[in-house]
């Protein structure tokens, strides 16, 4: 989120690298995402890693929402899509993580 956010109120060169990280933080961040989800869930571990397998959607339906925004107010200003993104998965890391610590 940090990064997006140095990308957004910054231009040049260090705007295109903090969104370039944002990509490279998106990729270590599948299997602490998708290992948070899972745990705990016993017999319905395989129906819950379907389901986040399937969830991948969203992969898919956020760059039309940004390219949407991008076309109304600006392409570097439409990052502020991916500030919200990444915001809810810091409440999800947090939230689930909590949920995790209650029940060990």
């Given at each position: 989120?940090?990064?997006?956010?140095?990308?957004?109120?910054t231009s040049g060169n260090?705007?295109?690298y903090a969104f370039l990280s944002g990509?490279?933080?998106c990729s270590i961040m599948w299997p602490?995402?998708?290992s948070l989800s899972i745990k705990g869930?016993?017999?319905y571990t395989s129906q819950g890693s379907a389901f986040l397998v399937m969830m991948i959607l969203g992969g898919a339906i956020?760059?039309?929402i940004q390219g949407k925004l991008a076309d109304i107010i600006g392409i570097h200003e439409s990052y502020i899509i991916?500030?919200?993104c990444f915001a809810?998965?810091?409440f999800f890391a947090q939230k689930v993580g909590s949920l995790h610590q209650k029940n060990a």
């Open positions: 989120m940090a990064a997006m956010l140095i990308g957004l109120f260090i705007a295109i990509g490279l933080f602490s995402i998708f869930l016993g017999k956020i760059p039309p991916c500030v919200l809810y998965l810091a």
